[in-house]
């Protein structure tokens, strides 16, 4: 992945937003994980149509922090998605 | 005709073979009811289905699939090594041949299947937990199998166990109670009363440690471990939506909280279990 990378949340993952967090279950891999509010925003915006690029300008906005720092945190996040089968990248349109 | 009651949850289970029907009523003897109220649940069960002649004896392995018949999540196949049916929730019925070689095993797993389904539909969850009661008050200690559910129960002395394997909880009249069942993992505990039900004081999620500590769960990681700890239904894409949301309303109700216990009674000290009720 890289900031032009399309995320998109995989399907089969049943999400709830709780608390400000995010409680994601992948039924087939049998997995559970919890996401914190910058985490569970970023979930939320991950819709296939937004690059992670423009995801960090977003969350960099929204919490008023450094883009680069933004940039290269979601991206380190999205990979970690991708690698537990949670988020997939898609063709760029 | 059997009449299986599951904290208030009853399954009219009809089985066509002598040879079954008697250890049956052996094993849940103390869950049987007589009263012909309207059951959750008919079961119909057929001891027959023995496949191919030149099939050898099934998997002792009892899994048995549930696979959706319908976007709902109300109709399912019923697949196992050795048992075909179909559950109709709406109608309230479900069907199952099952191989005799391997009935006893598979008809136990697909009750639990089965009260899974029912608790969650009924607003309830089926936990793979040991629930402890002392006096009028219930505790569950989750966690995966080896976290420590059978040491715990084991290490209450003078308490009554629900279970310490699978507890049902459900809510009422905004309280959750949770509720003894015949599935059981070993009996070196003293079982509570069949049928028994406490009010669900806290949960606990189980860590083995050699300090003794708590620490209470904000409500999404408590929600994650109340559906870690819901087997069947968690794996179900379509129930997931709403054993989300319950595992939810419950975490919002009953603290949850992790338990860090070594192999001594005391973890309760750190409960804060109150005197009174201390045997």
Known sequence: MNLDSVPAREPAVVSKQIGGEAV?????QGMIRVLNPVGARVWELADGKRSIGALATL???EYDAPLELVEADILGFCEDLERRGLLKPTPLQ | MLILSVAGLRIALSVDSPALIDPLRGRYAAFLADAPEVPALRLDVTAGARGEARDPAPSPDPAIRFLALDAKGERYAIEGTAARGIMDLPRDEATVSL????????LEYLLRALYAYLALREGGLLVHAAGVCYDSRAWLFIGPSGSGKTTVSSLSEGARVLSDDLVAVRPLAGDWRAYSTPFWNLESVTPARPGEAAPLTAIYRLVQAREVSVEPLALAAATAELVASCPIVNADPLQLPHLIETCRRLAASVPVARLFFRKDPGFWAAIGRPAEDAS
């Open chain 1, 24 to 28: 994601l279950v992948h039924p087939v």
């Open chain 2, 99 to 106: 191989d005799p070689r391997v009935a006893p095993a598979q």
């Open chain 1, 59 to 61: 969350i960099a906005a």
